[in-house]
């Protein structure tokens, strides 16, 4: 079976880092289409933070350039998400995502359980 397990989360004061890790079983983290990272904030919609194509080509969403940064460990089977220079708005709950698409079987969606990140002013 396939299963994606967050950890990292916590508190930090505003203008911290953190590093939050996503653990990939049952998959190789190279077989998936785009890998990435959503949160979603108490009476917030759910929002994109980062995401890395099998190629390795990442985009960010407008409010954490230059802040956060993505990657892939294929040794580790692991996704990253480097949190730096945090502020009070990006308090949380962080998601790993990935999907695979193949003409066979169509798309497959996996989402982890979530780690909470609370950024205290």
């Known amino acids: 079976q396939v299963q994606l397990v967050e950890s990292g989360g916590g508190l930090v004061h505003s203008g911290g880092s953190l590093k939050l890790s996503c653990a990939a079983s049952?998959?190789?983290?190279?077989?998936?289409?785009?890998v990435g990272w959503f949160r979603q904030a108490p009476g917030k919609q759910r929002e994109l933070v980062a995401n890395?194509?099998?190629?390795?080509?990442?985009a960010y969403g407008d409010s954490v350039k230059g802040r956060f940064t993505i990657s892939r460990d294929s040794t580790k089977n692991t996704v990253y998400l480097h949190m730096n220079s945090l502020k009070p708005e990006d308090t949380a709950d962080y998601f790993c995502?990935?999907?695979?698409?193949?003409?066979?079987?169509?798309?497959?969606?996996?989402w982890g359980q979530g780690t909470q990140v609370t950024v205290s002013s």
């Open positions: 995502n990935a999907i695979r698409i193949r003409p066979d079987l169509g798309t497959e969606d996996y």
């Open positions: 049952g998959i190789t983290v190279s077989m998936f289409t785009m």
């Open positions: 890395m194509s099998s190629g390795s080509v990442t």
